[in-house]
């Protein structure tokens, strides 16, 4: 218990060091500090409840592949660039929906004939 709290002591660009530094709960500090805000970010944009936590999940997801293959480049702050990833992440979500409802209407339409 004491280790993760520590943890929260850390600003998130420490965190992403002692990440790189194998410290795993140093990215579970990230996660549970960032979660609501993305949480609130993702429904912003998608209002479907569901859609916005699977959107979460896969910025993390996106976020962690990012790490591992240490493409993360501190130049600004990293809520700032967990929500681009996030935006990205919504963005492609809702194009597979309006893709899904498309594809669904025209087969709808086929049958219907």
């Given at each position: 218990?004491?280790?993760?709290?520590?943890?929260?002591?850390?600003?998130?660009?420490?965190?992403i060091?002692?990440?790189?530094?194998?410290?795993?709960?140093?990215f579970?500090?990230?996660?549970?500090?960032?979660?609501?805000?993305?949480?609130?970010?993702?429904?912003?944009?998608?209002?479907?409840?569901?859609?916005?936590?699977?959107?979460?999940?896969?910025?993390?997801?996106?976020?962690?592949?990012?790490?591992?293959?240490?493409?993360?480049?501190?130049?600004?702050?990293?809520?700032?660039?967990?929500?681009?990833?996030?935006?990205?992440?919504?963005?492609?979500?809702?194009?597979?929906?309006?893709?899904?409802?498309?594809?669904?209407?025209?087969?709808?339409?086929?049958?219907?004939?």
């Amino acid at each position: 218990m004491k280790e993760k709290l520590a943890y929260n002591l850390h600003t998130d660009a420490e965190l992403i060091v002692l990440y790189y530094d194998g410290h795993q709960l140093a990215f579970d500090a990230l996660v549970k500090r960032h979660a609501a805000d993305l949480k609130s970010y993702c429904l912003k944009y998608i209002k479907d409840k569901d859609d916005s936590k699977d959107a979460c999940q896969d910025t993390w997801v996106q976020v962690l592949k990012m790490f591992l293959e240490k493409l993360y480049k501190e130049s600004g702050k990293f809520i700032e660039w967990l929500r681009s990833i996030a935006f990205h992440v919504c963005q492609e979500i809702i194009r597979k929906k309006k893709k899904q409802k498309t594809d669904n209407d025209e087969s709808k339409m086929e049958h219907s004939d």
